[in-house]
């Protein structure tokens, strides 16, 4: 992928369609404001496939699916090639995240806060640790050392409950360029168990309500990093 040349938010989920969703407001708005949005999903989720799917073709639905939504908002995806269920926050997995990191040089970046959900728990093991290791001079790679300015958590229905809405950020701006987006993700729009988009939908009207302006987004900010002081783009 190429270094892009504008101001980067970073958002990197278990599987795609969770940045889409929890974050897509916040990277639709920054879209708007010309910078550059960038989703790594570390699996492509097919264990949601259900049992009369071909699996192989459920897969590239899911990699196709994620290459439009980020297409829409003129960002870049990167989609792991890791098992669905099977995510482990390995040394190698860390590091290689660390050196996109440093590449890439997010002004933000975003991942999944504390979970019950199995991968989603080890994302954010992961992210943790690549953040950290991005920051150390002394881990070598083919880029220099990077702090990250702004790491928040995103807000999941499969949260642990110790999750604190912290930061909000004024989506009204990039809401209806990430509702088309998401239009992109049919597998995210069919989902079998909860009608995931509408969920996410009436979420961002009532943190708007909160903040006084249409549609918001919430965020916990992650304590071992310096972090800016508002959400304000």
């Not at 792991?80 to 390995?90: A, C, E, K, S």
């Not at 002004?107 to 994302?123: E, G, P, V």
């Not at 302006?213 to 002081?229: G, P, Q």
């Amino acid at each position: 992928m190429n270094k892009p040349t504008s101001p980067v938010i970073l958002a990197i989920g278990a599987h795609v369609g969770d940045m889409e969703l929890t974050a897509g407001g916040l990277l639709s708005t920054c879209a708007m404001q010309n910078w550059t949005p960038v989703i790594i999903s570390l699996t492509t989720s097919e264990k949601s496939a259900s049992a009369t799917d071909d699996l192989d073709k459920f897969i590239e639905m899911k990699r196709r699916e994620a290459t439009s939504f980020v297409t829409e908002l003129h960002g870049q995806s990167i989609i792991y090639d890791i098992p669905d269920g099977f995510l482990v926050p390995t040394d190698s997995l860390c590091l290689d995240l660390c050196a996109l990191i440093r590449k890439l040089k997010p002004q933000i970046l975003i991942t999944h806060y504390q979970s019950t959900h199995k991968d989603h728990m080890a994302c954010h093991t992961i992210v943790n640790n690549a953040v950290f290791y991005a920051s150390l001079p002394a881990i070598k790679c083919e880029y220099p050392a990077y702090n990250v300015p702004a790491f928040y958590y995103t807000e999941n229905w499969e949260d642990c409950s110790s999750f604190r809405p912290q930061t909000f950020f004024d989506i009204s701006e990039g809401f209806s360029l990430w509702q088309k987006a998401l239009e992109q993700e049919q597998s995210v729009q069919n989902c079998p168990f909860m009608p995931i988009v509408e969920y996410y939908r009436l979420k961002a009207r009532t943190n708007g309500i909160l903040m006084n302006c249409e549609y918001a987004e919430v965020f916990m900010k992650a304590e071992n990093i310096r972090s800016l002081n508002k959400g304000i783009l």
